[in-house]
């Protein structure tokens, strides 16, 4: 992972803008630098992943223009030997070294030929001007504001614009920015035309899509771990890596010491797949201190995204104090596309759909964030296959009729497609836990017992009144609140709302994110 930041003015002293960008410095420890291109400020913190030696720090520069850009460019090789076709010539090993190159072929048409997770700024000395763009999904986070001078700054995450621009605004996924304005290059939540393959066949090609997803995601010149929660999408992506790999996969778990679900799982699975396995074991202790770090990471009061952060940000945290990877592999996106428990309560195909489509559009607020998040303050790189574009177009694509639960159980096409010597059978049919809960239900309850004896109801009460937006309605969403005002005041905004299944549905109307509120839990905490 690395960091970016750009200032396009001309007023700023270079002290005031090292200052917020250095606030990132652990998303790219390697190697800093920040150049002045005449009409402001381009800043990279680099976490070396492609292209290992000083050749590949940016900024590039070619022809006048510089770019920053945090990112993977999967298939890098062949769009590389494609402009060395045409003439241009490369001295690095990094992937996005060939962006200002495909910028002076295409312009800004390059962002849609892109197969990549990525955030960028380009400055193009031709013109004078700035343009910024980020992935489908917001898997690479980028944020923008403005200076007292009027001036536009984009940065990695929000933290480095704090004390710089009064309202710092999230950068829109599938978009880029030129001349002031913000355009839709792709928008990965919408179907053009819905695919009526049959469920054989769709499964055949979810199967293949996924695979060659993961596959991709490998290709690294730094090593390469895993996070397994033993549920189903981790257990996945673990599975079909180690048959993709010719030596065992690294794969790490997380657990509360008093009530894990997930361990036992997560070692069915890495016994089963022969990874080396690592198991971090946590406590109430350890949660109730790293919950402020955290919230200060995330730049979030969002109940779910904090809770399912905890444990993610601390079996990160050893990962990068025990070990020498720098890339994790994650399960994210997944529910998204197939339905969470909650959407077992759609009305209609037609409702599942619409849902999918908005949990699409607000990923890089929810789960994302919290991958992006908790790996990349640990100076590690997040890998998000089911985020792969071709897979992601594909499953969205489908009649939404077939992946409801039609089946008895949630996810069919997934876990259907993956049928075979992949994992073991129950664990491909075990019923879905979200994280939180699946760290241990002791967790949640931590942290719901802390928070009341935070706060008297009286106090609750007369707190909340102070907050129009997103007004927090428990205790534990007034602590993390309170927590996420302390370190970006007046930014509650970044966020569209609380994340939380849809109040509208029958079975769906509740008061906490968790799975464990509805009727349809079942045997998912077991």
């Known amino acids: 992972m690395c960091s970016i930041m750009g200032y396009c003015g001309t007023e700023m002293k270079e002290e005031k803008f090292k200052a917020g960008f250095d606030k990132t410095i652990s998303r790219g420890p390697d190697m800093s630098r920040i150049i002045d291109t005449g009409k402001g400020f381009l800043g990279f913190h680099r976490l070396a992943i492609m292209g290992m030696d000083e050749s590949g720090m940016q900024p590039f520069s070619f022809d006048g223009c510089?770019?920053?850009?945090?990112?993977?460019?999967?298939?890098?090789?062949?769009?590389?030997?494609?402009?060395?076709?045409?003439?241009?010539?490369?001295?690095?090993?990094?992937?996005?070294?060939?962006?200002?190159?495909?910028?002076?072929?295409?312009?800004?048409?390059?962002?849609?030929?892109?197969?990549?997770?990525?955030?960028?700024?380009?400055?193009?000395?031709?013109?004078?001007?700035?343009?910024?763009?980020?992935?489908?999904?917001?898997?690479?986070?980028?944020?923008?504001?403005?200076?007292d001078d009027g001036a536009v700054l984009f940065a990695s995450e929000a933290k480095n614009?704090?004390?710089?621009?009064?309202?710092?605004?999230?950068?829109?996924?599938?978009?880029?920015?030129?001349?002031?304005?913000?355009?839709?290059?792709?928008?990965?939540?919408?179907?053009?035309?819905?695919?009526?393959?049959?469920?054989?066949?769709?499964?055949?090609?979810?199967?293949?899509?996924?695979?060659s997803g993961i596959e991709k995601r490998l290709d690294a010149d730094a090593p390469v771990g895993f996070l397994l929660s033993g549920?189903?999408?981790?257990?996945?992506?673990?599975?079909?890596?180690?048959?993709?790999?010719?030596?065992?996969?690294?794969?790490?778990?997380?657990?509360?010491?008093?009530?894990?679900?997930?361990?036992?799982?997560?070692?069915?699975?890495?016994?089963?797949?022969?990874?080396?396995?690592?198991?971090?074991?946590?406590?109430?202790?350890?949660?109730?201190?790293?919950?402020?770090?955290?919230?200060?990471?995330?730049?979030?009061?969002?109940?779910?995204?904090?809770?399912?952060s905890i444990g993610m940000y601390l079996v990160c945290k050893y990962i990068h104090e025990n070990t020498d990877l720098r890339v994790l592999l994650t399960g994210e996106i997944s529910d998204e596309l197939f339905g969470y428990k909650y959407t077992d309560f759609a009305p209609s195909a037609e409702e599942f759909q619409k849902e999918a489509e908005k949990r699409v559009r607000e990923?890089?607020?929810?789960?994302?964030?919290?991958?992006?998040?908790?790996?990349?303050?640990?100076?590690?790189?997040?890998?998000?296959?089911?985020?792969?574009?071709?897979f992601a177009e594909y499953v969205m694509s489908l009649d939404p009729e077939m992946k409801m639960n039609r089946y008895g159980k949630g996810k069919y096409l997934l876990r259907h497609a993956f049928e075979g010597d992949y994992l073991p059978y129950d664990i491909l049919m075990r019923e879905k836990a979200a994280f939180s809960d699946a760290v241990g239900h002791s967790m949640v309850d931590d942290l719901k017992a802390y928070a009341e004896k935070t706060y008297s109801d009286e106090?609750?009460?007369?707190?909340?009144?102070?907050?129009?937006?997103?007004?927090?309605?428990?205790?534990?969403?007034?602590?993390?609140?309170?927590?996420?005002?302390?370190?970006?005041?007046?930014?509650?905004?970044?966020?569209?709302?609380?994340?939380?299944?849809?109040?509208?549905?029958?079975?769906?109307?509740?008061?906490?994110?968790?799975?464990?509120?509805?009727?349809?839990?079942?045997?998912?905490?077991?």
Not at 179 to 208: N, P, Q
């Open 231 to 308: 549920g189903l999408d981790s257990s996945l992506v673990c599975a079909v890596a180690a048959k993709l790999s010719d030596k065992p996969i690294k794969t790490f778990a997380i657990g509360m010491s008093t009530d894990a679900i997930d361990l036992k799982y997560a070692k069915q699975v890495a016994d089963y797949i022969g990874s080396e396995h690592t198991e971090v074991i946590i406590t109430e202790k350890d949660v109730l201190e790293a919950l402020p770090d955290v919230v200060a990471l995330l730049g979030t009061y969002d109940i779910t995204t904090i809770r399912a």
């Open 66 to 147: 510089y770019v920053v850009c945090n990112g993977e460019i999967y298939g890098f090789r062949k769009l590389k030997q494609q402009l060395e076709d045409k003439g241009y010539k490369f001295v690095s090993g990094s992937d996005c070294e060939l962006l200002l190159p495909m910028y002076k072929e295409y312009g800004t048409e390059m962002f849609s030929l892109l197969d990549a997770e990525f955030a960028l700024i380009i400055y193009d000395g031709a013109t004078g001007e700035y343009i910024a763009a980020r992935d489908p999904f917001g898997i690479r986070p980028l944020f923008y504001g403005y200076s």
């Open 363 to 390: 990923l890089y607020m929810y789960d994302v964030l919290r991958a992006d998040r908790c790996i990349s303050v640990n100076s590690l790189e997040a890998r998000v296959p089911f985020g792969d574009l071709e």
């Open 459 to 526: 106090e609750f009460e007369s707190k909340c009144q102070q907050y129009s937006f997103a007004t927090p309605f428990t205790k534990e969403s007034l602590l993390y609140r309170e927590l996420f005002e302390k370190y970006y005041p007046g930014q509650a905004h970044m966020v569209a709302d609380f994340w939380m299944p849809n109040k509208d549905w029958e079975g769906c109307n509740v008061n906490d994110p968790s799975a464990r509120v509805l009727a349809n839990y079942g045997d998912s905490g077991k």
């Open 161 to 211: 614009l704090v004390g710089i621009c009064d309202r710092i605004m999230p950068f829109p996924p599938g978009h880029y920015y030129k001349g002031g304005k913000f355009t839709c290059y792709r928008d990965i939540s919408k179907v053009s035309e819905v695919c009526r393959d049959d469920l054989e066949t769709a499964c055949t090609k979810i199967r293949e899509k996924l695979i």
